[in-house]
């Protein structure tokens, strides 16, 4: 018995020993998730304010160019071949930040072509889906703002917010959690009042074309992350740079013909080349910001993104004059902070959020 004893205090202090090292490790695991938390909603502001930027920048520079002299100019078709274009940059872009970082031109080709799907035809197929896709919303999304000031085809189009998250719960698996719902809620209320406005007097055809570009950036954005899953850096600019050559060679066909038979005009010496420069290049800071957003964090944050946009746009057409703001304008303008402040809430970081099925 005597000698059974030291045996016993010796299996009490190793059990003592596992449980402190069980503690301490869920402990580091807490912490890690903690950290990993701050960073992703850090990250996820800078995110969405890089998005609603360069979307209200952007949609400004293009709804100036259009306007500027529409008895010349006249080429959404041509406006989108042009800015999409500039996504061939991207990949070189990342190469020359990975030199500098040291790494070599096949390393880096090597992690990144994955994206592609690990063949020519399998790569081909994937960029022209998203290049569809990409085409068909953006080109109603210019071709809407002939027909409605950039704050009214933003307000609209943002209700991809409400398709992105439906979508994402289809095919992304997400699991459904009340504060993205009253997100959208909340987004979609946004923007059924600013809709509402009286100072709205939109052509069914442009509401018609903003509503079809929200559902195709929706779908954009969430087979993106379906079909990419979480790209690198690499893999995204990659990608990127092949849609944008992809874009080079096919979208010159329709833009070619759409000029040719006069359903879109341009004169090549009236050309508003600063606003289409200022349109591309930040249109490009928008893609690269969606595509990356994506791949990092979530299609509903960048939907977010694009719904901050709406009252940046709507302050900038007030300042230019084309719309006043109204009560409305002013209530539609805080439901979509709401909705912007339901998705990027860290509620990970807050215990009761956890417990409760929130995070």
């Given at each position: ?24 490790e869920s402990i ?119 027909f409605v000031s ?18 994402a719960m289809i ?189």
């Amino acid at each position: 018995m005597e000698e059974e004893l030291p045996e016993t205090e010796s299996l009490l202090r190793s059990r003592r020993m596992e449980e402190r090292k069980s503690l301490r490790e869920s402990i580091d695991e807490e912490q890690d998730e903690i950290r990993i938390s701050k960073r992703t909603f850090l990250i996820s502001l800078i995110v969405i304010f890089g998005v609603a930027v360069s979307f209200t920048a952007s949609s400004q520079f293009s709804k100036y160019a259009l306007d500027i002299d529409s008895e010349s100019f006249n080429a959404p078709y041509f406006m989108l071949w042009f800015s999409t274009t500039w996504m061939i940059t991207c990949f070189p872009v990342f190469l020359i930040y990975n030199l500098i970082r040291g790494s070599g031109f096949k390393e880096s080709l090597k992690h990144s072509a994955p994206v592609l799907g690990g063949s020519w035809l399998w790569g081909f197929l994937r960029v022209l889906l998203f290049l569809v896709l990409w085409s068909g919303s953006n080109y109603s999304y210019t071709k809407a703002l002939t027909f409605v000031s950039s704050s009214i085809a933003a307000s609209i189009s943002s209700c991809n917010a409400a398709f992105v998250w439906v979508l994402a719960m289809i095919l992304l698996k997400d699991k459904f959690v009340i504060p993205k719902l009253l997100a959208v809620i909340f987004a979609i209320g946004g923007v059924v009042l600013i809709s509402l406005d009286d100072q709205i007097n939109a052509p069914w055809l442009g509401i018609v074309l903003a509503l079809a570009s929200a559902i195709l950036a929706a779908l954009y954005k969430v087979l993106f992350k379906y079909v990419l899953g979480d790209a690198s850096l690499g893999q995204v600019s990659l990608f990127l740079s092949c849609l944008g050559l992809l874009n080079l060679i096919l979208n010159a066909i329709p833009t070619f013909l759409l000029i040719f038979f006069g359903a879109e005009y341009l004169n090549v010496a009236t050309v508003p080349w600063a606003a289409l420069v200022g349109s591309a290049a930040l249109g490009l800071l928008f893609n690269f910001l969606i595509a990356f957003g994506i791949a990092l964090l979530h299609p509903l944050v960048i939907a977010v993104g694009m719904l901050v946009g709406i009252p940046m746009n709507t302050v900038v057409d007030i300042v230019l004059g084309q719309v006043s703001a109204t009560l409305l304008f002013i209530l539609g303008s805080v439901c979509i902070v709401v909705s912007f402040v339901l998705v990027v809430f860290p509620y990970s970081l807050v215990p009761i959020c956890r417990r409760i099925g929130f995070a």
